[in-house]
């Protein structure tokens, strides 16, 4: 019965809040692949995107032959977008906060994996496309996340040099 | 009868292929908001996102004040990346022949709201932040459409300026 309770009602942290989701869901995923890496615990795994591009590991994103034809093309792309899902990440927490940022954040100005809508978005360097697999560097998700979605990356829609996040430079002023 | 038979089998055009979708879907989303624009017609609306803060038009995120704690810190980024639901696309083609393109491409190699998941991420700038409601410069979507999350946008993660997309860029220059 304990263990029950805990399940529905997993641990929040101090500073952290949680809601009511709805009782329904308004639109279905498929998911068109999996995505290959070498991190089966979330401790071992890069922290994020940034840092899961200094370390240069190559991961390979395995597309279900289905869509086999869709990759035509994606093999000229320099950069993609993926789109995932964290599948393990709960998803009523709408006040974060993690152990190495000093308060709590709304979860729509972190890039945690708990959100209503757990879907993690990655601009990866293409490596090499092979088939319907791609090898890919900056993912930093744990081996077999499901595949949402493939882009093409457009330096000039996606690309934004000079964007800022206040929270994060003040954050790290105040560590510095 | 007719009526019915194009709606289960819409048109594809030469040198388009679709697929048969898998029989489930294999997880679900909630909308937690829309996106207000001025354009209720594909035709009215900007092409891409580059176009779209080209124009600069002001349009408005409405989060459902369900999810309002999880804006806290949002207005202090400069940029942020949208994901939202593409309600009225087709999912079925892996293959597409855009009428101003010379020849079909793969779905993944295209940002076309046409794909297995129709989820559309665009890089906004914010301009205002209040309440539930963002003012933000860069979405091409019809009026209505659903939000599906909302994450700050790093560039040390998210900007790869001299990204490249090289069917498009073999596509411009013969039409130079």
Known sequence: MTEKLSESAPEIRPGEASIALPSHTDAGLYFIG??????TER???????????????????????RYEKALAGVETCSHLILLYW??????????????HYKE?????ALRSPVRPNPIAMSVVKLV???GTKLQVVGV?????TPLLDIKPYFASADAIPDATVGWHQKERAADA
């Open 34 to 39: 999996r995505i290959r890496t070498p991190w």
């Open 43 to 65: 401790r071992q795994a890069p922290k994020n995107a940034r840092e899961a591009r200094e370390r240069g590991d190559i991961c390979t994103v395995e597309v279900d032959p």
């Open 86 to 99: 964290m599948d393990r990440a709960r998803r009523d927490l709408v006040v974060q906060a993690p152990a």
């Open 104 to 108: 709590g954040r709304g979860t729509f």
């Open 128 to 130: 090499k496309a092979e």
């Open 140 to 144: 930093d998700c744990l081996d077999g």
